[in-house]
């Protein structure tokens, strides 16, 4: 730890002027930003930007400062962006390319200097990256040495010049080349015998970045070892920033993010590395903490130690240990939780060290798939891709594969040891911080490819949230729309209550609330009555969903919360609109732990007590077992004896004013015509219950579309196979089409060759690829069979006219609106089939207009297809006819003989 009377970092930087060269690049903003945020009072910083054509640097200026990366900032001290400063200049230029007027500005004004800018592509022409990353230090040094305020210059440099060695130490290497002369042969030399010499001139080193770093360190040493207070600080391979000033910020295609991204579109399928070799990769925040804790360290030094070299290396090593073949398996498990939008294939790949192998996976898995796509865009006429991708990524790990393949050690003591130094008011800033969670290489590259899709893909999962929240609500808006009928008893509206007046206050008992039709119920009655009392809701015990601080001693019920919290505030998106309107109506939900199957619905005695029987005034009981194919010991259990119990229940309650059950209309098919009453049993039950006494009248209502709208089994398929085409889903498997026939053998026949056998067919696939298989299908077919063989009449005569015993200011929430343009079958099917696209597929309406695409791409196949089937058909029947003209001259010749 430092000492007490050193100043802290912020204090170190107050006033202090900075020059940057690199400051458009990823590290160089995220190094602005944390500078400008953590030390707020720091002068001015230049920042050296390469004059662009129809552009001047002000607005290269915004272009840095216009991402989220500054948000931050812009919250906290938006008025420190005006510390920012353009020097137009080049460091590929003599002098940097500076005017005399600024250069005079940076000697006079600047105290530190960070030089980050190089080129960093691997497969980068010799004279390039020499003139770039070592005539341009060369450069910046130069003028540092004429700076008359200079405290500190710090050069960044790459763990990975020094690629000849196994082990990089935190030292100064002898070079490999003289640099002086390689400046002069490449500034000289004509680029052809550049180009048939480079090989020679950079060996021992496998491409011409580490070749040009390396030679860049030497200048640093050369001309400031003794002469000027200076840094070298090495990062390994530079990726997302893991917390500052926020979790996966990138702006960049470069290293494992990439692949990852990559990887979870379904374009990288093979990857050509050493499965075993540890990847070192550093967040770039850490980098950027570590590089301004030793420029305050270098700052604060005595003059006898200031001039001497310090060399850091920013790598991972003993921090986090992670094989290729384990980054690849993350990638992918990532890819599956957390998947991209609008992938190519599904995510998956491999790691090899064997070239042939790679070579044949790459041909087979990526580059034949993106011929046919790119053929299939080019037939439709669009803009070809994948094969453009394809090269692109054969070309990066053609350049990577020399870092891929091997492995190195970056010892980082030093660098490491910073982070011991800083004064205590410095730690929450600028420490590590590496008992986060992010630190776990899982976690981190998890939160890395929610980044990467959101600043690089700039998918904006809010924002489609948003636009998903903001279709239902303008669904929702369409269809309310006042009645201008008056009610029968017109006499009696002022002593009738309102249904939001009715359930004020009221306390509500539901099972089943968990379910389809219990979440709805849940969220109408606390929206449009928000007056209502407490909604206990029954649920059932299920493992791995208790709190375990219901074990320590708390509240029995307190890690039942947690399922609520689950359930109806966290993840459904159902209760958006009720968040909006009435937040705080959630509190309102309370968990009762207990099960509809149990006796006494598995309820604690002091629970059902307190709770329910003195406070309940509603019950709706809405759990029921809903499989045709459940065990009639299940069923009974589940849904009668089950009702007994919460009818028993409900008898006991002080002061309950409605019970409600939840039957179906189907509980009567013996009958066509089903009235709303109650039929004679069909079994003489031990347990019948009383359901009814002589103060209280049993109303039984079919809540059916009788007498609404008449849509036959026929209209409804051909119904669907419209909507199909108007509305597609995405990635369908063929064209939607399809027919009705109550022929058990023609149906028998269709299902064997038009859905049992493809079914099979996909199935295998999956099975092979180790994915679960859809096989579920023909069994609802077969379970459904009885329901859309027969037909039967629900009279709805009772529940219909509900509609009418309302009061006028009910109508807006609580009519039937079987006026409304949605009650027209098709149109209602059309808005059930997008609700299924959003809500059930997860398939956001911006994909809608390539679903149709996919569809008549899909139809064009098919009749292709059949096309080829007709053609197979005259085959066989041509060959038939030339068989059976064989054997008819053969009986002619054996005849005349």
Known sequence: MADFTTPSIPEYFTGKNIFMTGGTGFIGKVLIEKVLRSCPDVGKIYLLIRPKKGKSAEERMQEITDVPLFDKLKEKYPENLKKLVPILGDVVELDLGLNPDDRKLLIKEVNIVYHIAASVRFDDSLRHAVIMNVRGTREVIGLCKGMQNLDVLVHFSTTYCHTDKKTVDEIIYPPHADWQKTIEIVEKGDPFTLQVMGEKIIKPHPNTYTFSKSL???????????????????????????????????????????????????????????????????????????????????????????????????????????????????????????????????????????????????????????????????????????????????????????????????????????????????????????????????????????????????????????????????????????????????????????????????????????????????????????????????????????????????????????????????????????????????????????????????????????????????????????????????????????????????????????????????????????????????????????????????????????????????????????????TPLNNILWYPDGSITNCWYHNYFKVIFYQLLPALFIDGLLLLLKMKPLEKIYIANTALGPYVMNEWTFVNTKAFALDSAMLPSDKDAFSYQTEHELSDPFKFFTAGLMGARRYLLKEPDSTMEEAKRHSRRMWLIAQFCNGLWLLFGIWMVYKLVLVLLTKVDDVYVFLNH
């Open 216 to 726: 860049a360190e030497t200048v640093v040493q050369d001309l400031c070892d003794g002469q000027v207070p200076t840094v070298i600080f090495r990062p390994s391979i530079v990726i997302s920033t893991m917390l500052d000033p926020f979790c996966g910020w990138i702006d960049n295609m470069n290293g494992p993010v990439s692949s990852t991204i990559a990887s979870g579109k379904g374009v990288l399928r093979t990857m050509y590395a050493d499965p075993n070799a540890i990847a070192d990769y550093i967040p770039c925040d850490l980098v950027v903490k570590a590089t301004i804790i030793a420029t305050w360290k270098k700052g604060i030094e005595r003059s006898e130690e200031k001039y001497m070299l310090n060399v850091y290396n920013g790598s991972s090593n003993k921090l986090t240990r992670t094989t290729m073949n384990e980054a690849m398996h993350i990638g992918r498990t990532i890819s599956w939780d957390n998947p991209i939008a609008e992938i190519f294939w599904y995510p998956d790949g491999v790691v090899t060290k064997c070239w042939y192998y790679f070579y044949v996976r790459f041909v087979v898995y990526q580059l034949l798939p993106a011929l046919f796509a790119d053929a299939l865009l080019r037939l439709f006429r669009k803009k070809t891709i994948l094969l453009k991708v394809q090269r692109r990524i054969l070309i990066g790990i053609s350049a990577t594969c020399y870092f891929l393949c091997n492995e190195w050690t970056f010892i980082n003591r030093k660098a490491s040891a910073l982070e011991n130094q800083l004064n205590p008011s410095d730690v929450e800033s600028f420490s590590y911080q590496r008992d986060h969670k992010l630190t776990d290489s899982f976690n981190y590259f998890a939160a890395a490819l929610v980044g990467g899709k959101k600043y690089l893909l700039k998918e904006d999962e809010s924002k489609q949230f948003q636009t998903k929240k903001n279709a239902l609500r303008s669904v929702i808006e369409r269809t309310s729309r006042k009645e201008d009928r008056e009610l029968v008893h017109e006499m009696k509206q002022d002593l009738i209550p309102t249904i939001p007046e009715y359930f004020s206050g009221k306390n509500i008992f539901v099972t089943g609330g968990t379910g389809f039709i219990g979440k709805v119920l849940i969220e109408k009655i606390l929206r449009s009555c928000p007056e209502v009392g407490k909604v206990y809701v029954l649920i059932r015990p299920k493992r791995g969903k208790r709190d375990p601080r219901a074990d320590k001693g708390h509240h029995r019920l307190a890690g039942w919360r947690l399922v609520v919290e689950s359930v109806y505030r966290v993840k459904s998106k159902l209760f958006d609109r009720l968040k909006v309107e009435h937040p705080e109506n959630l509190q309102k939900i309370l968990p009762v732990l207990g099960d509809v199957t149990k006796i006494g619905l598995g309820k604690h005695k002091s629970r059902r007590q307190i709770n329910l029987i003195d406070e309940v005034n509603l019950v709706y009981h809405i759990a029921a077992s809903v499989r045709f194919d459940d065990l009639l010991k299940d069923a009974v259990f589940m849904n009668t004896r089950a009702t007994r119990e919460v009818v028993l229940l409900s008898k006991q309650m002080k002061r309950l004013d409605v019970f409600a059950h939840f039957s179906t209309t189907y509980c009567n098919t013996d009958r066509p015509v089903v009235e709303e009453k109650i039929y004679p049993p069909h079994a003489d039950w031990r347990e019948t219950i009383e359901l009814g006494e002589d103060k209280y009248k049993l109303d039984v209502y079919n809540g059916s579309s009788n007498k609404i709208k008449y849509v036959t089994m026929g209209g409804l398929v051909e119904m669907g196979k419209k909507l199909c085409w108007e």
